[in-house]
Structure formats: C-alpha cells, structure tokens
C-alpha cells in the first residue's frame, strides 16, 4: 500500500511563497509519475502539475504557469511544489496524488488517482 504525506502549507500574505513537499512510501518511487491536485472552499479538486518519474516531462495547469515549479528528489521518494507570488485564489488544501501506472498524464481527473495524502492547507490572504 502506498502512503503520502504533504507537508509545507501555511499562512501567507499575497506575494509570498512556500514550498510544499510529499513524501512517498510503499513502492518504488522512481518508477511512477507524481501530481499536486487542490481544493479551494467551495469548489472540486483540481489538477495543479504533473511530473513524470524522470522529473523530464512536466505540466501545469494555466492559472499556476510560471509562478509554480514542480520538481522531485527519487532518491529522497519525495515531490516538491514551489509557489511563488501566491494569490489569495491559491488558497486550497493541496493534495500529492498517484496512478498505478508508469507514465504521465496532462490534467487527468482526480477519480483515476489510486493514492492520495492527507492534504495541506495553503491560505493567501490579500
């Protein structure tokens, strides 16, 4: 069974940054593609980025285009998220996700992720 677990989140002003980090167990981490999903109050999870497992082939979705980087460290099992010039429409719980299997998908629905973390909570006051 593989777990992740988030961690990062915070309390910031408008124009700030954080770095969000997921750590995987369970499995070969090397060997799979990762994803950032949030979910801001009131509405439905939303795809944030995807990495492949290589770290060769990233997307991300338009809103976060270049003001988010993701990145990975297999020999860590751990995905990053670095956030800058955050906005108070960042405010979400941002959660690591991943598929069974070994590619990377652009923008795919939250239903075909098999494994979720826990989340945490981003706030972006303005």
């Known amino acids: 069974q593989v777990q992740l677990v988030e961690s990062g989140g915070g309390s910031v002003q408008a124009g700030d940054s954080l770095r969000l980090s997921c750590v995987a167990s369970g499995r070969t981490f090397s060997g799979y593609a990762m994803y950032w999903f949030r979910q801001a109050p009131g509405k439905g999870r939303e795809f944030v980025a995807a990495i492949s497992r290589s770290g060769s082939n990233i997307y991300y979705t338009d809103s976060v285009k270049g003001r988010f980087t993701v990145s990975r460290d297999n020999s860590k099992n751990t995905v990053y998220l670095q956030m800058n010039s955050l906005r108070p429409e960042d405010t979400a719980v941002y959660y690591c996700?991943?598929?069974?299997?070994?590619?990377?998908?652009?923008?795919?629905?939250?239903?075909?992720?098999?494994?979720w973390g826990k989340g945490t909570l981003v706030t972006v006051s303005s």
């Open positions: 996700a991943a598929d069974d299997v070994t590619f990377v998908r652009y923008n795919p629905s939250p239903n075909i992720m098999h494994y």
